[in-house]
Structure formats: C-alpha cells, structure tokens
C-alpha cells in the first residue's frame, strides 16, 4: 500500500482504506472459520462483508469514480475496477458455504480481494490526488455522504 504520495491525508480517501480495512478483516475472519470448520459463522461473516461491501463500492462508483471515468486516462481502469465489483458482488450473492467447491473459491475471493484493494489503494487514489479539481473531491466526498448519512 502506497504511503508516499499524501492521498491517504484525504478525508475521502480514509473513509475507503477504513471500510477497505472492515471488508478485509470480515473476510479474514470468515477464511479462518472456515478453516476451522465453522461453516455458519464464516456465513453470517461473509454477509456482514457483502454488506459492507455493497456500500463502499456505492460510494466509490457514485463519487470518486464517476469523477475519474471522465478523464479519458483513467475510465478504463474504472471500469475494470467496477466489472470486479460485479464479480465480487454476484459471487457473494450466490454464496452457498455449505458447498466444499464455494469454500474454495470464497477463499480465493479473499485473496482477489486483497488484489483489488490494492488496485485502488495504489493506483486510483495517488492518481485522483494529481488529476481531480476541488469541485470534482467535492462531488466524490457528497456521493459518499450521501451512502452514508
């Protein structure tokens, strides 16, 4: 994870590393019940995740990335960026942890995750530091807001 470029001092940008550290330490949790054969624990923490998941990515797409996807350099890492929110989203959707094959690939969603996460962290947020206006963190920051009242 990136910590030389200053993005991180961007309230914004805290908010999404705090809800990208929840998300991670949810699905953590749920590899280790698991693994421990914990089936409906690992459920009820995958749900949490999904959960949180659905709303951070709400505002990440609402705000942030709707403001980056203007610029013609970053919409297609966007758009990447959301394709693997679908993914995630209709993977945990259609989660069935009963299933030893689901186990599997929920733990490789896991560590895809961890993938992803990194994508933003590294790449998107530095590069929103260099490349929005005030007017366009304003409107990232208000789409979060409006996620999260």
Do not use: N
Request: proline letters at 3%; a negative charge.
């Amino acid at each position: 994870m990136c910590h030389y470029c200053g993005c991180r001092e961007i309230p914004l940008i805290k908010e999404f590393i705090a809800e990208h550290e929840s998300v991670t330490d949810l699905a953590g949790k749920a590899v280790r019940s698991l693994e421990q054969g914990e089936h409906a624990e690992a459920g009820r923490l995958a749900a949490r995740m999904a959960e949180e998941l659905r709303a951070h990515w709400d505002g990440e797409e609402r705000g942030l990335f709707r403001v980056m996807a203007t610029d013609p350099e970053y919409a297609g890492y966007v758009e990447a960026l959301v394709a693997e929110h679908r993914e995630l989203a209709a993977f945990l959707e259609r989660l069935d942890l009963g299933s030893a094959s689901q186990r599997a690939e929920f733990v490789a969603a896991a560590e895809e995750l961890h993938h992803h996460i990194a994508k933003e962290e590294d790449g998107l947020f530095p590069a929103a530091l260099t490349a929005l206006t005030g007017d366009q963190w304003d409107a990232a920051m208000a789409a979060w807001r409006s996620v999260h009242p």
